[in-house]
């Protein structure tokens, strides 16, 4: 089974700190994915990277960055946390191909900004 | 560019009830279509997909749902719930030709009550 693990279920930081989300995959794949979820909102795509150190931007990128050194390895880095980026973010990931292949979820993590 | 309407954010239900959760998507191109579950404290869960070939696809647990091009739906089914299938429901939809990305739904809250 693929595994997708993001390091922290909770995270509580505040306003103006730099906050780093990782995520680990174990399966090899070539894409990983970020998303924030929030209620009536369903997931968003914060970024998406398909090869080591290559990133394009989601749908709402702003205030966020990403960094993707080794294929296994995909962070989520807030530069400068604010009050509107308490969410739950979610990363995926998944393997490329000619047909469709679906993405593996971590559990998630929840973060709150003070 | 594609869009997923998922009508009802919440769907109370008893045991052993039918169920229909309803899902509409926009896309000028050819689509693939997924319905993804998350129970509670965990990350996304693929349920089933809808590719190409027949219409109707099922899930191991019961479920099933119909691709209508003409409606431009995807709605979910079950004929008989369980307390167990308690979990917030997100619709997908992918271009065929750009498969790598998921627009979602907003979700659908199934409480299936005793």
């Known amino acids: 089974d693929v595994k997708v693990t993001q390091s922290s279920r909770y995270l509580v930081k505040r306003t103006g700190e730099k906050v780093f989300l990782e995520c680990v995959q174990d399966m090899d794949h070539e894409n990983m994915f970020w998303y924030r979820q929030d209620p009536g909102l369903g997931l968003r795509l914060i970024y998406f990277s398909y090869d080591v150190k290559m990133k394009e931007k989601g749908d709402i990128p702003e205030g966020y960055s990403v960094s993707r050194e080794k294929k296994e390895r995909f962070s989520l880095i807030l530069e400068s946390a604010s009050t509107n980026q308490t969410s739950m973010y979610l990363c995926?990931?998944?393997?490329?191909?000619?047909?469709?292949?679906?993405?593996?979820f971590g559990d998630g993590t929840r973060l709150s900004i003070l | 560019a594609q869009s997923v309407t998922q009508l009802d954010s919440q769907v109370p239900v008893f045991e052993e009830a039918p169920v229909e959760l309803r899902c509409n998507y926009s896309?000028?191109?050819?689509?693939?279509l997924f319905w993804y579950v998350q129970y509670p404290n965990q990350g996304l869960q693929l349920l089933l997909k809808?590719?190409?070939?027949?219409?109707l696809v099922e899930s191991i647990n019961g479920f099933e749902a119909e691709f209508n091009k003409s409606q431009t739906s995807f709605h979910l089914r079950k004929p008989s719930v369980h307390i167990s299938d308690t979990a917030e429901y997100f619709c997908a939809v992918s271009g065929a030709d750009s498969s790598y990305k998921l627009i979602f739904g907003s979700g659908t809250r199934l409480l299936v009550r005793p």
């Open positions: 896309s000028s191109v050819s689509v693939y």
């Open positions: 809808y590719l190409s070939g027949s219409t």
């Open positions: 995926a990931s998944s393997s490329p191909g000619v047909l469709w292949q679906p993405q593996h």
